[in-house]
């Protein structure tokens, strides 16, 4: 499905939500096969957020998907997670807000290296989302930023099928885990100061 099919069937489905809350195995049928994209957006783009709390329980969150992409394609998610349930309001905002996001990514990206951003992707997509849900679990000053930027550019990828993006993601993951190494090490040997046990 091209991204502004997509953008366009979200827009519709956000204003023909059922009254009452709305389950994400609803909202995962919106999308038909994109729900993967959509969720890595949804999950990731708060932890860019200084919000104390909010990144440790979205990477949590962002672990088990990285599992669920591990397996083979799904057009629908687990009966567990379909079950769980959002406000309307909130549901409706997601939805009008992922299909903004997607119309936007349509103006600057096309289908191209598909094999890296197709049903096999998941072989590096997967490692990757766990990989970047754990340093945002960390409590490293910053230290979501990159791994919540790395996620969201996978998912924009993977919705728009651009195998260009995905290498993309993949080099901001890439950097993520030597910057949060580097600081890492650099908080260690801070800490190994103050305290006296430098040589």
Known sequence: MK??????RLRDAAGELPPGPVSLGTLAEA?????????????????????PGVGTVLSLGLALLGLLLWRPPQTELPARIARLALPREGAARSLSL???????????????????AGPAARWWLAPLTLAMAGLIFLPIPFGNLLPALTLMLAGLAL???????????????????ASSAALVLLGWQAGATLLGFSA
């Open 159 to 177: 919705a728009a099928r651009d195998g260009l993006l995905m290498l993309g993601a993949l080099g901001l993951g890439a950097g993520a885990l």
């Open 31 to 51: 999308h038909g096969g994109a729900w993967q994209a959509s969720l890595l957006l949804l999950m990731s783009a708060p932890c860019l957020l200084p919000i």
């Open 98 to 116: 992922l299909a903004r996001c997607y119309e936007l990514t349509h103006r600057v990206s096309r289908p191209r290296l598909a094999a890296l």
């Open 3 to 8: 991204l502004q099919e997509l953008a366009g």
